[in-house]
């Protein structure tokens, strides 16, 4: 079965310092996708990033980094110089592989990340 | 990506009545997602529309309990029937981005409380 582990409940941060999101997956399938998304309290879901299983290398957008490595099942979120806009759910998805349906997404139970002032 | 308008953004409904949710998109897609999240909890994908066919479902979910239409290419509907408060929860539509595979586009949500 699939499956994303996201083990910190909540994160509080205060401004300007860096902050990890974990994330851990399960999966039995070769090919999939890892996304990140954001859902500050107005809601929405707000899209950060896909990977796909192929590609490990480590990605940088602006503040924002993600680590995957496939050894570990791991595909975390780190923010630089953290603000207070940062602060909302973090959630880590999964879909993907030919034994399910490819575009499920299988989300973690979200990191709510507060950042003070 | 896509603009994904929900209606209503919330609404308080008393137990045994239903209520249905509007998504519209601004570019037609094939793909339709309704997802349920629950009070602190995670979401859940309710099921998928597809224009022109039967919704498919997911394991715990059923067409009598959320009855989903899917008219056109950029517009669906999730009822949900017979309400009890174990139904309150957001409940999110989102579609498949055009281009970059299996990325998923969300609306705002509808938040709903069932007294």
């Known amino acids: 079965a699939q499956k994303v582990t996201q083990a910190q409940t909540e994160i509080s941060v205060v401004e300007k310092e860096d902050v990890t999101l974990d994330c851990v997956y399960e999966t039995r399938d070769t090919t999939y996708y890892l996304f990140w998304y954001k859902q500050p309290p107005s809601g929405e879901l707000v899209f950060l990033i896909r990977?796909?299983?192929?590609?490990?290398q480590n990605e940088i957008s602006g503040r924002y980094s993600w680590n995957f490595q496939k050894s570990t099942s791991s595909f975390n979120f780190t923010i630089t110089a953290s603000q207070v806009v940062d602060s909302a759910v973090y959630f880590c998805?999964?879909?993907?592989?030919?034994?399910?349906?490819?575009?499920?997404?299988?989300f973690g139970t979200g990191t709510r990340l507060q950042v003070f002032p | 990506s896509a603009v994904i308008s929900q209606k209503p953004s919330r609404d308080i409904c008393q137990r045994g009545t239903s209520l249905t949710i509007q998504c519209q998109v601004d570019?037609?897609?094939?793909?339709m997602f309704w997802y349920r999240q629950q009070p602190g909890q995670s979401l859940t994908l309710i099921a998928t529309a597809n224009q022109g066919s039967e919704a498919t479902y997911e394991s715990g979910f059923v067409i009598d309990k959320f009855p989903i239409s899917r008219p056109n290419l950029t517009f669906s509907t999730l009822t949900v029937s017979n309400m009890s408060p174990e139904d309150s929860s957001i409940y999110l539509c989102?579609?498949?981005?055009?281009?970059?595979?299996?990325?998923?586009?969300f609306g705002a949500g509808t938040r709903l409380s069932v007294l």
């Open positions: 998805a999964l879909s993907g592989g030919v034994s399910y349906n490819t575009d499920k997404l299988i």
């Open positions: 990977r796909n299983s192929f590609d490990e």
């Open positions: 989102s579609v498949r981005g055009q281009g970059a595979k299996n990325i998923q586009y």
């Open positions: 570019s037609q897609v094939t793909m």
